[in-house]
C-alpha cells in the first residue's frame, strides 16, 4: 500500500478522485441552493412590486426603510399605470387565547389588493373581513393539535381587541412572507394611517402596486409632482426622498433593512456560498486534470509503443478511459453519497433548503452525475490529445514528457492562484467576524441580557424594572435599541444660533435610564465636569438631560468637550421643540463594530419612554419570571447567524483545498523527479548534494508557486477592498490583509518544503 502511494501513478489516482469528488459536491450545493433561490416566492405574479424608501439626510447619511410614507397611497391610486395598490402593516403582538398567552406573534394587517398580491391564501379565500382573524397552521398548532377546533373562538390581540377566528390557513412552503395572524387592515389601522396621509416625512406602511401589462412607473416623478415643500427646510422632497420598487418575487433577501417583511437570506451570504463553492469545483477540476496528467505521463512508453505500431489516437483514449472506469464509479458514489450526507447537515442549517423536494433532489442528482461525466471524460480526452500530438513528431526513442511539462506546471499556477485567493478572503473574514464578536462594546457582553417591554409606561414592565433596579441596581431601559439591532432614531438638533438659523443637524439617539452608566460603563471624558446625579435626574423644569459621546461635538464646528454643557441645545422630541441639558460627555462606546452607522451619540434620560429592558447579572432568570430575557450574546450570534454559518464551511472547505494542493504537490514532485530520473542519476554520480538536486528540479516550480499565489493575493484584496462580495459592511483594515498574507505565505513555504522532503527522499533512495 505504501508503495503504491509512493508511486506518482497510484497518489494521482486518489488525488484525481478526491478532487473531482470534492468538486462535484460543491457544484451540488450550488445546484441545490440555486434552486431553493428560484422556487422562494416564484409563484407570486411578475408584474407585482414593493415600493421601499430611502431618506438622504442633509448631513449625508442615508436611511433606508422597507415601508413607503403613507402619503403616497392616494398618489398611487390616482395613476392609470396602477391596477392596484396594496397596504401591509405588520404589528408585534402577544395573543391571548383563553389563559395560553404567545409572545412576539406577527400580526400583519392587509387590504383585500395585499391579501392577494402576496397569495397568502390558495383555498379561494379573498379577504379578511373586519373583527376576523386568519390564523396560519403553524402558529395554530401553538394552541392545540387540532386547528381546525379553534375555528369560531376569540384571541385577544394587545391592545387591538377581541378577533373572531374564521379561518386556518396552510402558508405556501415556498412563500418567504409568513405571518402569524391576518386580520383586516381597514378596521384596526386605517383610521390612524389615513391621518397621516399628509406627512411624507414619516414612514407608516408598506406598499404594493400591481402595474398593468408593458406599463413603467417613475417614481421620482411620483415624489416630484406630490411630495410638498417644507417652508424652511434646507432640502426639497425630491433630494430628501428616494423611492424604489423592488419585484416581490425578491423579498426574500436581506438588504439589511429593519423593517422588511418576508427574508429568508442575505445576498451577500448566497453570493459567498456561490463564490466559494464555484472556485472549489473549479479547483476540484483543476486537482483531476493534474492527477491524469501525471498518470498518463507515467505511460509514455505503453503511448509511444501504441503509436509506432498504428494506435490511433481514439483506441489510446478509449484505453484511458476504460483503465479509469473503476475511478469514475468510485467518484460518483462519493460524490452522491457525501452530498445527501451534507444537506442533512445543511437544510438544519439554511431554512431556505427545506423547501427542496425529493424530484428536486433527483434532478441534482441526475446533473451532478452528467457534470461528473463529462468533465472526466472531457479532462482524460484533453491530456491524451495534448500527448499524442506532442509524441507525433518524435521518434520511438524519443519521449514526449518535455513537452507534457505544462500540464502539471499549468495545475500548480491554477491550483496555487485560487487556494490563494480562497484563503486571503477566507482568513480576513473569519478575523472580522471573531472580532467583531469579541470587541469592546463598552458592556460586558457575556453578563448583559435584554428583553423588549410591552408599550411605554405599562404597570408590569414599570413594577419589574424598578424591583430589579431596587435590589440589584444592574438594569437600565433603552427605547428603540437593543444589541446589535438594525433599527435607528434620528432626531434633529440645533444650538441656540443655529436655531435662529434654521439649521438642523440628525443624530441616532435612544432613551434610557439613569442607571444605564451601570450597565453600559460610561467613561466621563472630564473630571472637572459639573455634572447631576443620573439617579436625581428628571424633567420636571421642562429641560431634558441627554449623554454624549464625544463624536456630538464634531456635528458643531467641534465645540471643545469641556465646553458642551455652556451651549445651549433644543430638539424636538415629538412633543415640540425642547431645550436640552448634556450632564456627561463620554467617550464613543460601540454597540456594534461592524453595524459602524447605528452606533448612537446621544441617551436621553427618560425612562418613561424606555421600553428595552436591559440586565446586566449572571443569572437574569432569577430577577424576572415573567419576561423572557436574551443574552447579548445570543443577540450578536442571531446578527450574524447566516455569515457565520457560511464561515465555518468555507474554512472547511478551505482546508479540503489545502489537503487537496498538498497531495497534488506531493504526486508533481514525484512526476517531477520521475522525468527528470536519468538527469538526476547522472548528477548524483556527479557529486551533486541534495540541494543541487532540489534546485535542478524545483527551481521553475517555485517561481510558479510564488507568481501564482502573488497574483491570487491580489485578487483576494480586490475582492475585499471594492467590495464585490457584498458582507454586510464588514470593515477590512490593514491587520485583516495582513492575517491573510501570512496564512498563505505559511501555506507557500510548506508547499515548498513539502516538495523538498518529497525529492529528498527520491534522492535517498536512488
Avoid at 68 to 97: D, K, Y
Avoid at 623 to 630: A, D, F, G, M
Wanted: net charge negative.
Amino acid at each position: 500500500m505504501l508503495k503504491f502511494l509512493s508511486s506518482p501513478k497510484g497518489l494521482s489516482s486518489i488525488t484525481g478522485i478526491f478532487s473531482l469528488s470534492l468538486g462535484t459536491i460543491l457544484l451540488g450545493v450550488i445546484i441545490a441552493f440555486v434552486f431553493a433561490d428560484n422556487r422562494i416566492n416564484n409563484g407570486i405574479a411578475g408584474n407585482i412590486y414593493k415600493i421601499e424608501t430611502q431618506f438622504n439626510l442633509p448631513n449625508g447619511e442615508q436611511v433606508n426603510s422597507s415601508q413607503a410614507p403613507a402619503a403616497l397611497i392616494p398618489a398611487l391610486s390616482a395613476f392609470n399605470e396602477i391596477e392596484r395598490v396594496g397596504i401591509t402593516h405588520r404589528e408585534i403582538i402577544n395573543v391571548l387565547h383563553n389563559t395560553n398567552e404567545i409572545k412576539d406573534a406577527q400580526v400583519y394587517a392587509l387590504n383585500e389588493a395585499a391579501f392577494n398580491m402576496l397569495s397568502l391564501s390558495s383555498n379561494g379565500v379573498s379577504a379578511v373581513e373586519n373583527n376576523q382573524v386568519y390564523l396560519s397552521n403553524t402558529f395554530a398548532s401553538k394552541f392545540t393539535n387540532n386547528p381546525a377546533s379553534l375555528i369560531g373562538q376569540t384571541l385577544k390581540l394587545g391592545q387591538l381587541g377581541r378577533f373572531q377566528i374564521t379561518q386556518v390557513i396552510e402558508l405556501d412552503e415556498s412563500l418567504s412572507i409568513k405571518p402569524d395572524l391576518m386580520i383586516a387592515f381597514a378596521s384596526t389601522f386605517e383610521p390612524v394611517i389615513q391621518s397621516h396621509y399628509g406627512n411624507w416625512y414619516d414612514t407608516h406602511v408598506h406598499l404594493f402596486v400591481e402595474l398593468n401589462d408593458n406599463t413603467s412607473l417613475n417614481l421620482d416623478q411620483v415624489v416630484l409632482e406630490n411630495a410638498p415643500q417644507i417652508p424652511g427646510a434646507p432640502f426639497t422632497p425630491s433630494s430628501f426622498i428616494h423611492l424604489s420598487k423592488r419585484p416581490i418575487s425578491q423579498l426574500h433577501y436581506d438588504l439589511a433593512l429593519p423593517d422588511e417583511l418576508g427574508t429568508t437570506f442575505a445576498k451577500s451570504s448566497l453570493y459567498l456560498i456561490y463564490g466559494v463553492c464555484g472556485f472549489s469545483f473549479l479547483l476540484g477540476c483543476i486537482g483531476f486534470f493534474s492527477a491524469v496528467s501525471s498518470v498518463q505521463i507515467s505511460h509514455l512508453e505503453r503511448i509511444k509503443t501504441l503509436l509506432s505500431i498504428g494506435g490511433s489516437y481514439g483506441q489510446i483514449t478509449l484505453s484511458a478511459l476504460l483503465d479509469n472506469k473503476l475511478s469514475l464509479l468510485i467518484a460518483s458514489v462519493l460524490s452522491l453519497s457525501f452530498f445527501y450526507f451534507g444537506m442533512q447537515f445543511l437544510s438544519a442549517e439554511f431554512s431556505l433548503l427545506t423547501i427542496l423536494s425529493t424530484t428536486h433532489m433527483w434532478i441534482i442528482s441526475v446533473c451532478m452525475l452528467l457534470l461528473l461525466a463529462s468533465m472526466y471524460i472531457s479532462i482524460i480526452c484533453l491530456v491524451i490529445h495534448k500527448i499524442v500530438t506532442s509524441q507525433e513528431d518524435q521518434t520511438i526513442s524519443r519521449s514526449a514528457g518535455v513537452s507534457t511539462i505544462w500540464m502539471t506546471q499549468l495545475t500548480i499556477v491554477m491550483q496555487t492562484l485560487i487556494t490563494a485567493m480562497v484563503m486571503f478572503v477566507a482568513v480576513s473574514v473569519t478575523y472580522e467576524l471573531f472580532s467583531a464578536k469579541q470587541a469592546n462594546y463598552g458592556y460586558d457582553i457575556s453578563r448583559t441580557h435584554y428583553a423588549k417591554l410591552d408599550g411605554h409606561n405599562d404597570h408590569l414592565p414599570t413594577r419589574t424594572r424598578d424591583n430589579i433596579n431596587t435590589n440589584h441596581g444592574r438594569v437600565s431601559e433603552v427605547s428603540s435599541w437593543r444589541p446589535f439591532d438594525k433599527s435607528a432614531n434620528y432626531i434633529s438638533i440645533s444650538t441656540a444660533q443655529q436655531k435662529l438659523d434654521e439649521q438642523l443637524t440628525p443624530v441616532h439617539y435612544f432613551f434610557a435610564g439613569p442607571s444605564i452608566a451601570q450597565v453600559l460603563a460610561l467613561e466621563v471624558l472630564s473630571s472637572n465636569q459639573t455634572t447631576l446625579a443620573l439617579d436625581k435626574v428628571n424633567n420636571d423644569d421642562g429641560k431634558t438631560r441627554v449623554i454624549v459621546t464625544q463624536a456630538f461635538s464634531k456635528l458643531f464646528d467641534n465645540i471643545r468637550i469641556d465646553q458642551l454643557i455652556n451651549h445651549q441645545f433644543y430638539a424636538d422630541f415629538g412633543e415640540g421643540l425642547t431645550n436640552i441639558e448634556i450632564v456627561q460627555v463620554v467617550s464613543n462606546f460601540y454597540l456594534g463594530k461592524v453595524k459602524a452607522d447605528f452606533d448612537p451619540i446621544m441617551i436621553v434620560l427618560d425612562d418613561t419612554k424606555a421600553n428595552t429592558l436591559l440586565v446586566k447579572h449572571d443569572s437574569p432568570a432569577s430577577l424576572v419570571s415573567k419576561l423572557s430575557l436574551i443574552s447579548s450574546e445570543q443577540a450578536l450570534d442571531a446578527e450574524f447567524s447566516d455569515l457565520s454559518k457560511i464561515v465555518f464551511y468555507l474554512l472547511f472547505v478551505v482546508i479540503l483545498n489545502i489537503v487537496l494542493i498538498a497531495m497534488n504537490t506531493i504526486a508533481n514532485s514525484l512526476v517531477d523527479a520521475e522525468r527528470h530520473s536519468d538527469s538526476l542519476h547522472i548528477m548524483k554520480q556527479l557529486g551533486a548534494d541534495l540541494t543541487a538536486i532540489f534546485s535542478f528540479v524545483f527551481k521553475k516550480n517555485v517561481y510558479l508557486y510564488i507568481a501564482s499565489s502573488l497574483i491570487g493575493i491580489l485578487l483576494g484584496y480586490i475582492t475585499l477592498y471594492q467590495q464585490l462580495i457584498p458582507l454586510d459592511q464588514m470593515q477590512f483594515s490593514f491587520y485583516h490583509y495582513a492575517l491573510s498574507l501570512f496564512v498563505v505565505s505559511t501555506l507557500i513555504a510548506f508547499i515548498i518544503a513539502l516538495n523538498f522532503g518529497v525529492i529528498s527522499k527520491k534522492y535517498l533512495s536512488e
